[in-house]
Structure formats: C-alpha cells, structure tokens
C-alpha cells in the first residue's frame, strides 16, 4: 500500500494578527501551495521504487559501485519505512549483488563492513556477502 506524498493545511500556520483575527498570510499560503504542488508532483511510492530497482536487477547491464551503494542503502532503509515486504526487499538485494553489481558486490560489502559500527548494518552486509 502506497503511502500519500505529504499535503501540508494553511490551519497549521495560522497566527493572530494585530486585529484579533487568525489566518494565514498571502505569501504563506502562496508557499504552501508550492510545497504541496511540488510534494504531488514528485511523489514517488516504494511500489515504484522497488519496480525501478527490479528493473535494474534483473537487467544485464552492470552498475557502478556509487549506484550499488545507494541502492543498497535505500533498499535497506524501507525496514523504517511502511514498504515491509522484506522478502522481496532480501531477494532484490540477493538478485543484484549476484547479477548487475555481481563484479564489485563482494569488494564493497567488505568496505561497507570496514566503515561501519553499527550492528544492523553489520547483519544485512554480512548476510549478503554469505549469499
């Protein structure tokens, strides 16, 4: 299920003015007519995400290691999020260290284990490099 991009309400921003009224100025308003038009415009759900990243694992084409990384770290970050398939989260991850990042997925797990301290990230790293 897709979570709506964030709509923000000019009632949040109301403030009493010098004559006792509140409201929310012109320009505010203004402002917050950009954000949520911006917000609609730009919303992008996991669903998407994870199609785009299936895209690329199950495509021939090698990535390069920035792509794998960021990749990588997104994909993980969905455990924070409402995604919550980590089934397919796992298999997605499985499926591109071993295909489109198969010649540089090992030299950079490795790495990622070296720079981190954190014990999730040691878990997810080291379980990929045992795949």
Same mark, same amino acid.
């Given at each position: 299920?897709?979570? $709506?991009?964030? *709509?923000?309400?000019?009632?949040?921003?109301?403030? *009493?003015?010098?004559?006792?009224?509140?409201?929310?100025?012109?320009?505010?308003?203004?402002?917050?007519?950009?954000?949520?038009?911006?917000?609609r415009?730009?919303?992008?759900?996991?669903?998407?995400?994870?199609?785009?990243? *299936?895209r690329?694992?199950?495509?021939?084409?090698?990535?390069?290691?920035?792509?794998?990384?960021?990749? /990588?770290?997104?994909?993980?970050?969905?455990?924070?999020?409402?995604?919550?398939?980590?089934?397919?989260?796992?298999? /997605? /991850?499985?499926?591109? @260290?071993?295909?489109?990042?198969?010649?540089?997925?090992?030299?950079?797990? $490795?790495?990622?284990?070296?720079?981190? $301290?954190? @014990?999730l990230?040691?878990?997810?790293?080291?379980?990929?490099?045992?795949?």
């Open positions: 299920m897709a979570k $709506e991009p964030t *709509q923000f309400r000019y009632d949040n921003w109301e403030y *009493q003015d010098y004559d006792n009224s509140w409201g929310c100025d012109r320009l505010t308003k203004k402002f917050i007519e950009t954000v949520n038009k911006r917000n415009e730009n919303f992008t759900s996991w669903d998407e995400i994870m199609e785009g990243y *299936q690329i694992a199950d495509g021939s084409e090698e990535i390069e290691k920035n792509r794998y990384i960021e990749i /990588l770290k997104d994909v993980l970050s969905m455990y924070k999020h409402s995604y919550g398939n980590m089934e397919e989260m796992w298999n /997605l /991850l499985i499926k591109l @260290s071993r295909g489109a990042a198969d010649k540089i997925s090992r030299e950079t797990l $490795e790495e990622l284990l070296q720079d981190t $301290e954190s @014990s990230e040691i878990c997810n790293y080291t379980h990929l490099l045992q795949k």
